[in-house]
């Protein structure tokens, strides 16, 4: 094998380790196989069906990617291993989506990125934090002129849809800060529902096992839901007007 091949193999190995955690894994043992993408895949889905069982003896549990009150926002974050989480914030995320259907009966509660199986320390890209099993983001609820739009995201992944507003923020080369304007036109033009994300909001705040919620400061203003658990991110992080970040 040459020097250019390895090379070739070990960025692989590289990028589908930083995307999915086992998938560098899956991609090493394909190379001994003629059809390699093929192996790869049946390698993948064996390693990642093994961490949905092995990642409860090292303190993470995976949340659902198919329940209705409580799940995963798309299945590309099955897929990808991103929905792992320790099970005291499993809990949270279950009460919490419990609570939004009592009070908003019909009301589907999303994730978007949470964690990885394994390895307290382990970077989930491109996220700053989301290294050890305690934070998940929450996608927004929608509504579209006054009917409530259960389960629906503007954007296919959740984020990116941005709720603009004032900011003392701008987005300068190298941060995360994105703004991403052209495809703003490109998603539904549906309204968020202010209704249930001050609910969701409350619920998260009275929660003792939150310790920390990052929110823009103009929506934490626009929805009147100001607290010491309610924090701003920072100008050198991704916006958090497409989605609410928690943690323990």
Known sequence: MTALRLGGHGLWIAFL??????????????????????AFLAIYALLSVAA??????VGRVPLSCFDQTLRMQSWFYCVLNRHYVVPDLADVLADASAAMARQHPGTETLILDAGFPFLDGFPLLPHLSHDDGRKADLAFYYKKGGD????????????????????SCSAEWGSLRWSFHWLQPLWPDWSVDRMRMRSIMQI??????????????HLVKAWNVAGPKVRFQGCGAARHD???????
């Not at 409530?148 to 900011?167: H, K, M, N, Q, W």
């Open 204 to 217: 998260l705040i009275q929660d003792q096992r939150v310790g920390k919620i990052l929110l823009e400061p």
């Open 148 to 167: 409530v739009l259960p389960g629906r995201t503007r954007s296919p992944i959740g984020y990116f849809a941005f709720e603009d507003g004032p900011t």
């Open 242 to 248: 497409d989605h609410i970040h928690i943690q323990l």
């Open 17 to 38: 380790t930083i995307l999915t955690q086992v998938g560098g894994l899956a991609w090493l043992g394909a190379v001994l196989f003629r059809r390699r993408w093929l």
């Open 52 to 57: 949905g069982f092995t990642a409860p003896l």
